[in-house]
């Protein structure tokens, strides 16, 4: 496992966040920092990604930033060229991976069955992204299907909440968790950062009552 992946595993919890406009990128950081996760998977789901990821690598150099959503080999060098540390995608596209993972860059895909984790170790990756994991079967799924593939752990995504948090890093399988519960649109949009950072302290309490 790379340092990257390392890293991601010892903040525990990854907020997953979409920014609409690039303004907020810089609040959003800090509080998310000041809460004591100093990590996020910005969507390339808006048009403000790419500044936004551009905007929290520049003011603050210690936010381990990475990509998220990224479904093409452009929004790939857009993201990587804007100071993205890591590449997070939905399902597992054979030509963006294979790219990410030419490159150097680290990729984790997003994978629902095990035929797609074989494709996942087929290019030499460790960690993949299990999404949309509750809807998908949640933890009882990843246990089932980590089973018969030992050296593989997951990063799952998709119903992930302060409630069942706990269980889920509490599996040894589970590298870090993707969430949005303290990065909620609703409180972006009012510029409630405050809001963000207290629920970010709790996510990342949580995080240090599990794994110390």
Known sequence: MNDTLKQIGA?????????NKVSDAEPLAEA???GGLPCAEVTF?????????RAISKKFPEMFVGAGTVLTIDQVDRAIGAGAKFIVSPGLNPKVVDYC????????PG???PSE???ALGFGLDVVKFFPAENAGGLKMIKAMSAPYTMMKFMPTGGI???????????????ACGGSWMVKG????????????????EAAAIVKEIRG
């Open 11 to 19: 903040t525990g919890i990854v907020p997953v966040v979409v920014l």
């Open 32 to 34: 998310l920092i000041k």
């Open 45 to 53: 789901r808006t048009d403000a990604a790419e500044e936004s990821i």
């Open 101 to 108: 993972v030419k490159k150097g860059y680290p990729i984790t």
């Open 111 to 113: 994978i629902m069955t």
């Open 117 to 119: 984790l074989e494709a």
């Open 161 to 175: 909440n302060a409630t069942n948090v706990r269980d889920y890093l509490a599996c040894d399988k589970i590298l």
């Open 186 to 201: 609703d409180l972006i949009n009012a510029g409630n950062f405050a809001e963000i950072e207290k629920l970010t302290r």
